[in-house]
């Protein structure tokens, strides 16, 4: 950027200035910028800090809070410690894109989240506040927090590509950073560890009622355990609500788990495929602490392990609401293991493994997953995305080079309608894999 503005002032004889506008700017100067960081020996990614960055109808405010006499807007980028890559068994990646609702473009949709977002932000600012109690000054950035987090959403009311495409993703990832730019780290840290034991008392019984089942029967009925843990979700406003309303606990999840078939339902079609051709290692992208891990999807894991099958785990790197993180996993794993000898055998034998995926969102970019993670895929034949914000919002439509699930309840009574359900409606998609091919080159 400097070499460019410096060439123009100097050939125009200081007529021209250069200016950069910010798409052009982010895809030339700050694109140059990043490739020249890259570093083989060191991890890293880059992440836009919505915070500090001002959106496009912010330009008089930055430079009325400036110090500086410059007209230019502001970019701010945070480096994070590990490198992300597209994810290599994505088919398609060069015409991937991982939101699936635009909320840019569509103004119904983008009101509906935007108000979703906004009536959350007290609540949100309370827990951060109860998670620090004792702290002295809680209060005072739990208010900044709301503060901040609601005038990121009245930009977007009337800019709504003020920070780029809006989509769900975007938004949960602001407010991630806004918890974070107020000092709160896994504000729901209390509540998960809670739930953990609840669920882990729980585990046993579990194990020995889906034991008394026939295999098919099982199968199914595993399926809906992780369904009914996926329910359980503190990101979700409906089931915040039941649990306000009362004791609302697995059991009760179980109950809204509805009778098949479900809304998407290739249960029958996965089942058949594990009792005739088993997979070599599944990989499954996780969503929830708590019920949801434990209850959930270690039914699943231990299912498939039995069947041969080695299991990756891929769990968040970095805490976010109520979902699962990869220090916490371990830990829970190892107590998994101590009810299940299955569970425990295979995390010595390494059959089942935990690795990070790279985010620290709600939801999933393919685009943007842990490097680490990417060179176990050459084994991964079955690759799981569950929970909503994976399977969902982000993904529903992503196709794979091996066979794929994508298993979540719809906690949303808009996002149901939009696929033809209603509130807590099932989806569990099961698709067989593409071959490689060669994308078409242009005429």
């Given amino acids: 950027m400097h070499t460019i503005s410096f060439a123009i002032n100097y050939w125009s004889k200081g007529e021209i200035q250069a200016l950069f506008l910010r798409h052009e700017g982010y895809l030339g100067a700050i694109g140059a910028f990043l490739k020249g960081c890259e570093d083989d020996e060191v991890d890293h990614n880059w992440v836009e800090h919505y915070l500090a960055s001002s959106g496009l109808d912010q330009g008089s405010r930055s430079r009325q809070n400036s110090t500086s006499e410059s007209l230019c807007d502001v970019l701010e980028l945070d480096k994070?410690?590990?490198?992300?890559?597209?994810?290599?068994?994505?088919?398609?990646?060069?015409?991937?894109?991982?939101?699936?609702?635009?909320l840019t473009t569509d103004a119904d949709a983008r009101d509906?989240?935007?108000?979703?977002?906004?009536?959350?932000?007290?609540?949100?600012?309370?827990?951060?506040?109860?998670?620090?109690?004792?702290?002295?000054?809680a209060q005072e950035r739990s208010e900044m927090f709301a503060r901040s987090f609601r005038e990121r959403v009245d930009i977007l009311r009337g800019?709504?590509?003020?920070?780029?495409?809006l989509s769900i993703?975007?938004?949960?990832?602001?407010?991630?950073?806004?918890?974070?730019?107020?000092?709160?780290?896994?504000?729901y840290a209390k509540h998960k560890q809670k739930e953990n034991e609840v669920a882990l008392s729980m585990l046993p019984s579990i194990f020995d009622h889906l034991d008394t089942l026939a295999w098919e029967e099982r199968q199914i009925d595993v399926l809906r355990h992780v369904l009914a843990g996926n329910i359980l979700d503190l990101g979700a406003s409906e089931v915040v609500k039941r649990r306000e309303e009362g004791n609302f606990g697995?059991?009760?999840?179980?109950?809204?788990v509805h009778d098949r078939p479900w809304l998407t339902d290739h249960a029958s079609q996965w089942v058949q495929k594990l009792k005739t051709q088993p997979y070599r290692c599944a990989l499954i992208f996780v969503d929830n602490s708590g019920f949801d891990i434990v209850l959930g999807i270690f039914a699943l894991v231990r299912e498939l392990l039995r069947l041969k099958t080695k299991v990756i785990l891929a769990v968040n790197s970095e805490p976010v609401i109520n979902d699962v993180q990869y220090g916490e996993l371990l830990v829970l794993a190892d107590r998994v293991g101590d009810v299940s000898s299955c569970i425990r055998d295979a995390l010595v034998?390494?059959?089942l493994v935990i690795v990070e995926s790279g985010s620290s969102s709600s939801c999933l970019d393919l685009m943007r997953v842990d490097r680490k993670l990417?060179?176990?895929?050459?084994?991964?034949?079955?690759?799981?995305?569950?929970?909503?914000?994976?399977?969902?919002?982000?993904?529903?439509?992503?196709?794979?080079?091996c066979d794929s699930v994508k298993v979540a309840v719809l906690k949303s009574s808009w996002i149901a309608q939009h696929l033809g359900g209603h509130l807590f409606s099932s989806v569990f998609k099961f698709e067989k894999g593409l071959p490689r091919t060669e994308p078409e080159s242009p005429e």
């Fill in 159 to 165: 800019t709504p590509n003020a920070f780029g495409a």
């Fill in 250 to 256: 697995f059991s009760d999840a179980l109950k809204l």
């Fill in 112 to 137: 509906y989240w935007l108000d979703v977002f906004s009536r959350g932000i007290d609540k949100l600012a309370s827990v951060a506040r109860e998670s620090q109690l004792g702290v002295p000054d």
């Fill in 374 to 401: 990417c060179a176990m895929c050459n084994q991964v034949d079955l690759v799981v995305l569950e929970g909503m914000g994976r399977a969902v919002h982000t993904n529903f439509h992503a196709q794979f080079h």
């Fill in 169 to 187: 993703r975007k938004l949960l990832d602001m407010r991630e950073q806004c918890f974070a730019e107020a000092e709160f780290y896994d504000v």
């Fill in 349 to 351: 034998e390494e059959r």
């Fill in 80 to 102: 994070r410690g590990n490198r992300l890559l597209p994810f290599p068994l994505l088919d398609r990646p060069d015409i991937y894109t991982a939101d699936v609702h635009d």
